[in-house]
């Protein structure tokens, strides 16, 4: 019996020493949305740009669409542009969910002319991929989505379901590698 309680600490030793191990090839950016394999949260939600137009998940469903959450605040986001919007140009539906930073430090109302006309620059001077943009002024949308900050994307197939997630940008390794595939698998291998 005291032989058996020498080998614990070498047992506990080991597991841990395994645990740290795996921890080192581990990439720390790609953590499981719970979302994935889910139909998309449902929302009403105004237009960045047209207030007075309301969107909601039925303007989502029908073909395969990107959801790309971002903001003007964010850089990563200003690298993205154009590669998103060369993906527009090639026939990937993308919508925009606006994520406004400035909403934490308002406290209240957020000045949506000054929101509108960064928004503008911006889009203006990077490209703007977006179909449309859903305003979400108060994260209710990101919140059901786990949003932890901007950018961060998800893939719906035609259904309305959530096919893939990224945090971080969307380049062109990881368009080739993570999203074209989905794309060509839900869209019947027409590719875009």
Known sequence: ?????LFIPVGVFLLTAIFLYKGLFSDPTNIENANMQRSFPEFNLPDLMQPAKQYSKQDLVGETTLINVWGTWCVTCRV????????????????????????????????????QAEVKAMLAQLGNPFQFNIY????????????????????????????????GAIDERVWQKEFQPL???ATGGASQ
Not at 1 to 5: D, V
Not at 80 to 105: C, H, K, S
């Open 136 to 167: 979400d002024v108060k994260r209710d949308l990101s919140l059901d989505l786990g949003v932890t900050g901007a950018p961060e994307s998800f893939l719906l197939n035609k259904d309305g379901v959530i096919i893939a997630h990224r945090r």
């Open 1 to 5: 019996m005291n032989k058996m309680r």
């Open 183 to 185: 794309i060509e698998q």
């Open 80 to 115: 993205e542009l154009p590669f998103m919007t060369r993906l527009r140009e090639q026939g990937v539906r993308i919508v925009g969910v606006y994520y406004d930073n400035a909403a934490e430090a308002a406290f209240g109302n957020v000045d949506l002319a000054q929101t």
